[in-house]
C-alpha cells in the first residue's frame, strides 16, 4: 500500500512539474505579416510573407512546379479522419516579384485527408489517404482535365491522425519518393488488389514510377518521418519527427526504432540516426521540456518536419550542402551540417536559420525555388505534437527566406528545347536541373506513346524507337555526354548521369563500363542504375562479385550490399560471400547491417549456403545474426 502511495505521489509530482513547465498556450497568434517581420534570421537575410490567412488555411505541404508556382495542399479536415471530402489544392503565383502572391487559383477541393502534393507528367500526384491520386492537368491552367484517378489504395489511417504516408519529391533516378509514419501502417496496391497480394508497408520511405506505376518499398524504419531530399551526390536523407531526428536513407536499409514492423522482426538490429545530437534535453517527460530554456539551447525539441538539403544559389555557399528541417516546438528551421564518414555521414548541429517570434509557428514543409529563396509553409496553430490539443482551422500562412533581394525569375522549364534542358544541368541552383531533368523524362515518356514497346516485332519495333528517340534527343544526348565524361566537379558528372538514365539515353553497357569509373560516387550511381530495371544473369551475379572483391571504397560496397538485396535469393551466396568476408567493414555503421539485411533471406532460405556464408564471414556480428537465424530457423522447423 505504501509503495502505491509512493508511486501515485510520483505521478503527481512528475505530472504537475509537467503542467508547471510546459509551453504556455496562447489563444491568438500573431498577425501574418507581424510574423514575418519579427522572424529572427542571420545578418543579410530577410523574410517576407509569401501567403497568409484567409488565403490559405493549414498549409500541410507544397511543390514548386515549373513556372515557379506553388502547388499547396490544405489539411481543412486535419485531425478528423472522417470528415469528408473538404481538403484541397490551391495555386499561388507571385507574378509581379515583390515576393507576395497575388494570383490564387483553386485546382481541386473535394479532397479526404490529404498530406502530400507533387506536379509533373502533365498533372499533380496526390496523397490524400487513404488513396494516392493523379489530378490530369495537361497544360497546367489550374483546371483539371477531368476526375481524379487513383493509383494506390489502402494508406493506413487507422491508429492516429499523424503517422501517416507524406510528403513526395521527385528522387534523381526519375522515380517519385514518399514518406511514411510506422503507426499508421498501410497496404498499398493498385484499386481492386486482393489483400493477400498486397505488401504491407510499415513505415520508412517508399517510391512510385510515374512512367511504369510500380510502386515499391525503399527503406524501413524511423517513427515518423516527414520530408526527403538529396545532397549533391544523389544521397537521400529524411528527418523524423521525434528523436533521433536524422537519418542518411540507404536502399534497403533498415532504421530505428524497430517496433511494431512484424514483417523485418529478423533484422535484428537497425542502423542507427547519422546525428551528433538531440535537440531535446531529455527531461523526464517530452512534455515537460516543451518551450523549456534546457531545450531552446539544443535545438528547440524533439519534433522534426520538412527536410531540405540546400542546394539552391540564393543563400551564402556555407550553407550550401547542409541539411535544414523545421523544429515544431522550438518554432525554428534547424540546422545541421554534413560530413563523410565511412560510407555514409555524420550530422552536427549548426546554428539555427530561422527563430519565429509567433507562438503558433509550426512548420512543415521547406523548399527553395528558381530565385534561390526558400519558402517554408506554416500550419499554424496549437494543437499539434503534445501542445495543447486543441487544433485551429483558420490559420495558415507561407513565408519567404531571401539572402539581400533575389533577382525574380519569369519562365517555364516545360517550354524550353532539349538541348536547353541539358543545358540547365550546369545551373548552380539545384531547382533548375531537377525540373529540368523531370521535364526530360517526360518527353520520353511522349516517344513511348509514339513507339509503342506492344508491337507484334518488338526488337523491330524497339529499334524504331531508338531511332525516333535519338533524333528528338541527340543535341541533349552530346551535351550530356560530354559532361559526364569530361567535366572535373563530380556532382555535375553525376547530374549528367541522372538525366541520360531517365531520358534512356545510357544503355546497360555504358553503365557497366561506369563500374570502372575512377570516381566512387559515380561507380556507385552505375551499380543502383543498373538494379534499378534489371534483375542480373549468373554473369552479372559475378561481373559484381568480382567488383565487390577488389573495390576499395566503402561508399561503393555500400551500394553492392544494396545491389544484393535485388538479386534472386538463390544467386545471392557468391556475392555475399566476399561481402562478408571484408573485415575492415567490421566497425562500419552501415555495412555490416546491410550485408545482414541481404544475407538474411540465404540464411533462412538454405541451411547448406547458410554454412557457407558462416565459413566465408570475418566479421563477428554477422557471424553471430547467422548463427542467431540458423537456430530459429532449425527449431521451428523442428529439425
Same mark, same amino acid.
Given at each position: 500500500?505504501?509503495?502505491?502511495?509512493?508511486?501515485?505521489?510520483?505521478?503527481?509530482?512528475?505530472?504537475?512539474?509537467?503542467?508547471?513547465?510546459?509551453?504556455?498556450?496562447?489563444?491568438?497568434?500573431?498577425?501574418?505579416?507581424?510574423?514575418?517581420?519579427?522572424?529572427?534570421?542571420?545578418?543579410?537575410?530577410?523574410?517576407?510573407?509569401?501567403?497568409?490567412?484567409?488565403?490559405?488555411?493549414?498549409?500541410?505541404?507544397?511543390?514548386?512546379?515549373?513556372?515557379?508556382?506553388?502547388?499547396?495542399?490544405?489539411?481543412?479536415?486535419? #485531425?478528423?479522419?472522417?470528415?469528408?471530402?473538404?481538403?484541397?489544392?490551391?495555386?499561388?503565383?507571385?507574378?509581379?516579384?515583390?515576393?507576395?502572391?497575388?494570383?490564387?487559383?483553386?485546382?481541386?477541393?473535394? $479532397?479526404?485527408?490529404?498530406?502530400?502534393?507533387?506536379?509533373?507528367?502533365?498533372?499533380?500526384?496526390?496523397?490524400?489517404?487513404?488513396?494516392?491520386?493523379?489530378?490530369?492537368?495537361?497544360?497546367?491552367?489550374?483546371? #483539371?482535365?477531368?476526375?481524379?484517378?487513383?493509383?494506390?489504395?489502402?494508406?493506413?489511417?487507422?491508429?492516429?491522425?499523424?503517422?501517416?504516408?507524406?510528403?513526395?519529391?521527385? !528522387?534523381?533516378?526519375?522515380?517519385?519518393?514518399?514518406?511514411?509514419?510506422?503507426?499508421?501502417?498501410?497496404?498499398?496496391?493498385?484499386?481492386?488488389?486482393?489483400?493477400?497480394?498486397?505488401?504491407?508497408?510499415?513505415?520508412?520511405?517508399?517510391?512510385?514510377?510515374?512512367?511504369?506505376?510500380?510502386?515499391?518499398?525503399?527503406?524501413?524504419?524511423?517513427?515518423?518521418?516527414?520530408?526527403?531530399?538529396?545532397?549533391?551526390?544523389?544521397?537521400?536523407?529524411?528527418?523524423?519527427?521525434?528523436?533521433?531526428?536524422?537519418?542518411?536513407?540507404?536502399? !534497403?536499409?533498415?532504421?530505428?526504432?524497430?517496433?511494431? @514492423?512484424?514483417?523485418?522482426?529478423?533484422?535484428?538490429?537497425?542502423?542507427?540516426?547519422?546525428?551528433?545530437? $538531440?535537440?531535446?534535453?531529455?527531461?523526464?517527460?517530452?512534455?515537460?521540456?516543451?518551450?523549456?530554456?534546457?531545450?531552446?539551447? =539544443?535545438?528547440?525539441?524533439?519534433?522534426?518536419?520538412?527536410?531540405?538539403?540546400? $542546394?539552391?544559389?540564393?543563400?551564402?555557399?556555407?550553407?550550401?550542402?547542409?541539411?535544414?528541417?523545421?523544429?515544431?516546438?522550438?518554432?525554428?528551421?534547424?540546422?545541421?551540417?554534413?560530413?563523410?564518414?565511412?560510407?555514409?555521414?555524420?550530422?552536427?548541429?549548426?546554428?539555427?536559420?530561422? @527563430?519565429?517570434?509567433?507562438?503558433?509557428?509550426?512548420? =512543415?514543409?521547406?523548399?527553395?525555388?528558381?530565385?534561390?529563396?526558400?519558402?517554408?509553409?506554416?500550419?499554424?496553430?496549437?494543437?499539434?505534437?503534445?501542445?495543447?490539443?486543441?487544433?485551429?482551422?483558420?490559420?495558415?500562412?507561407?513565408?519567404?527566406?531571401?539572402?539581400?533581394?533575389?533577382?525574380?525569375?519569369?519562365?517555364?522549364? !516545360?517550354?524550353?528545347?532539349?538541348?536547353?534542358?541539358?543545358?540547365?544541368?550546369?545551373?548552380?541552383?539545384?531547382?533548375?536541373?531537377?525540373?529540368?531533368?523531370?521535364?526530360?523524362?517526360?518527353?520520353?515518356?511522349?516517344?513511348?506513346?509514339?513507339?509503342?514497346?506492344? *508491337?507484334?516485332?518488338?526488337?523491330?519495333?524497339?529499334?524504331?524507337?531508338?531511332?525516333?528517340?535519338?533524333?528528338?534527343?541527340?543535341?541533349?544526348?552530346?551535351?550530356?555526354?560530354?559532361? $559526364?565524361?569530361?567535366?572535373?566537379?563530380?556532382?555535375?558528372?553525376?547530374?549528367?548521369?541522372?538525366?541520360?538514365?531517365?531520358?534512356?539515353?545510357?544503355?546497360?553497357?555504358?553503365?557497366?563500363?561506369?563500374?570502372?569509373?575512377?570516381?566512387?560516387?559515380?561507380? *556507385?550511381?552505375?551499380?543502383?542504375?543498373?538494379?534499378?530495371?534489371?534483375?542480373?544473369?549468373?554473369?552479372?551475379?559475378?561481373? +559484381?562479385?568480382?567488383?565487390?572483391?577488389?573495390?576499395?571504397?566503402?561508399? =561503393?560496397?555500400?551500394?553492392?550490399?544494396?545491389?544484393?538485396?535485388?538479386?534472386?535469393?538463390?544467386?545471392?551466396?557468391?556475392?555475399?560471400?566476399?561481402?562478408?568476408?571484408?573485415?575492415?567493414?567490421?566497425?562500419?555503421?552501415? +555495412?555490416?547491417?546491410?550485408?545482414?539485411?541481404?544475407?538474411?533471406?540465404?540464411?533462412?532460405?538454405?541451411?547448406?549456403?547458410? =554454412?557457407?556464408?558462416?565459413?566465408?564471414?570475418?566479421?563477428?556480428?554477422?557471424?553471430?545474426?547467422?548463427?542467431?537465424?540458423?537456430?530459429?530457423?532449425?527449431?521451428?522447423?523442428?529439425?
Amino acid at each position: 500500500m505504501l509503495i502505491r502511495c509512493f508511486i501515485v505521489l510520483l505521478f503527481c509530482a512528475t505530472a504537475h512539474a509537467a503542467k508547471k513547465r510546459a509551453q504556455p498556450v496562447v489563444e491568438k497568434p500573431l498577425a501574418p505579416e507581424e510574423a514575418a517581420r519579427t522572424m529572427q534570421v542571420p545578418e543579410g537575410f530577410n523574410v517576407t510573407l509569401f501567403a497568409g490567412e484567409p488565403t490559405i488555411t493549414q498549409p500541410i505541404g507544397f511543390c514548386i512546379d515549373d513556372r515557379g508556382r506553388l502547388w499547396v495542399a490544405e489539411a481543412k479536415n486535419y #485531425p478528423d479522419k472522417k470528415a469528408g471530402k473538404n481538403d484541397r489544392i490551391i495555386i499561388l503565383e507571385d507574378t509581379d516579384g515583390d515576393g507576395r502572391h497575388d494570383e490564387r487559383i483553386v485546382f481541386y477541393d473535394k $479532397l479526404e485527408y490529404v498530406s502530400g502534393i507533387e506536379v509533373g507528367f502533365g498533372g499533380a500526384w496526390v496523397m490524400s489517404i487513404p488513396n494516392f491520386y493523379f489530378i490530369p492537368d495537361e497544360d497546367y491552367d489550374g483546371v #483539371p482535365d477531368g476526375e481524379p484517378k487513383v493509383l494506390l489504395d489502402g494508406f493506413g489511417t487507422h491508429a492516429n491522425a499523424h503517422n501517416i504516408a507524406n510528403g513526395f519529391a521527385w !528522387g534523381p533516378d526519375g522515380w517519385l519518393y514518399g514518406t511514411h509514419g510506422v503507426t499508421n501502417w498501410s497496404l498499398p496496391g493498385k484499386p481492386g488488389t486482393p489483400k493477400e497480394e498486397r505488401r504491407r508497408l510499415e513505415g520508412g520511405v517508399w517510391r512510385y514510377h510515374p512512367v511504369r506505376h510500380e510502386w515499391e518499398s525503399f527503406a524501413v524504419g524511423t517513427t515518423n518521418p516527414w520530408g526527403i531530399d538529396w545532397n549533391d551526390y544523389g544521397h537521400a536523407f529524411i528527418c523524423n519527427c521525434v528523436n533521433p531526428h536524422l537519418f542518411h536513407v540507404i536502399q !534497403g536499409a533498415f532504421y530505428a526504432p524497430g517496433r511494431n @514492423r512484424p514483417t523485418s522482426r529478423y533484422a535484428y538490429e537497425r542502423i542507427e540516426t547519422i546525428a551528433d545530437h $538531440l535537440h531535446f534535453s531529455n527531461t523526464k517527460t517530452i512534455r515537460a521540456g516543451i518551450g523549456t530554456p534546457e531545450e531552446d539551447l =539544443v535545438g528547440g525539441g524533439h519534433a522534426h518536419c520538412g527536410t531540405m538539403v540546400y $542546394l539552391g544559389d540564393n543563400w551564402p555557399d556555407e550553407y550550401r550542402g547542409d541539411v535544414f528541417m523545421n523544429n515544431i516546438h522550438g518554432r525554428r528551421i534547424n540546422h545541421d551540417r554534413l560530413t563523410r564518414r565511412d560510407s555514409g555521414y555524420a550530422a552536427s548541429h549548426a546554428p539555427d536559420v530561422v @527563430r519565429s517570434a509567433d507562438p503558433w509557428f509550426v512548420g =512543415v514543409t521547406l523548399a527553395y525555388g528558381p530565385d534561390g529563396g526558400v519558402f517554408v509553409s506554416d500550419f499554424s496553430d496549437t494543437g499539434e505534437c503534445h501542445h495543447t490539443r486543441n487544433t485551429r482551422k483558420h490559420t495558415g500562412r507561407i513565408f519567404k527566406i531571401t539572402y539581400g533581394k533575389p533577382e525574380p525569375w519569369k519562365g517555364d522549364i !516545360g517550354k524550353l528545347k532539349n538541348i536547353e534542358l541539358a543545358k540547365l544541368q550546369m545551373h548552380d541552383n539545384d531547382w533548375f536541373v531537377r525540373h529540368a531533368r523531370r521535364v526530360l523524362h517526360e518527353r520520353l515518356d511522349y516517344s513511348h506513346k509514339i513507339w509503342s514497346p506492344f *508491337s507484334p516485332d518488338l526488337e523491330k519495333n524497339h529499334a524504331a524507337w531508338r531511332g525516333h528517340r535519338a533524333n528528338w534527343f541527340h543535341e541533349a544526348d552530346a551535351a550530356l555526354k560530354i559532361q $559526364l565524361s569530361g567535366h572535373e566537379s563530380v556532382p555535375k558528372r553525376l547530374r549528367a548521369l541522372w538525366a541520360l538514365y531517365v531520358s534512356e539515353g545510357i544503355e546497360a553497357a555504358d553503365l557497366i563500363d561506369l563500374l570502372r569509373d575512377s570516381d566512387e560516387y559515380v561507380r *556507385s550511381w552505375a551499380v543502383q542504375l543498373l538494379m534499378n530495371d534489371i534483375r542480373l544473369t549468373e554473369a552479372g551475379v559475378a561481373m +559484381l562479385t568480382e567488383m565487390a572483391r577488389d573495390e576499395e571504397s566503402p561508399l =561503393v560496397r555500400l551500394y553492392l550490399a544494396s545491389a544484393a538485396q535485388r538479386v534472386p535469393v538463390t544467386m545471392r551466396a557468391p556475392l555475399l560471400k566476399v561481402l562478408l568476408a571484408r573485415v575492415e567493414d567490421a566497425k562500419d555503421p552501415n +555495412l555490416p547491417l546491410m550485408y545482414w539485411y541481404a544475407a538474411e533471406p540465404v540464411v533462412a532460405a538454405d541451411s547448406k549456403q547458410a =554454412v557457407q556464408l558462416l565459413v566465408a564471414c570475418k566479421i563477428p556480428k554477422l557471424r553471430q545474426f547467422i548463427t542467431r537465424r540458423m537456430a530459429v530457423k532449425q527449431l521451428s522447423s523442428g529439425e
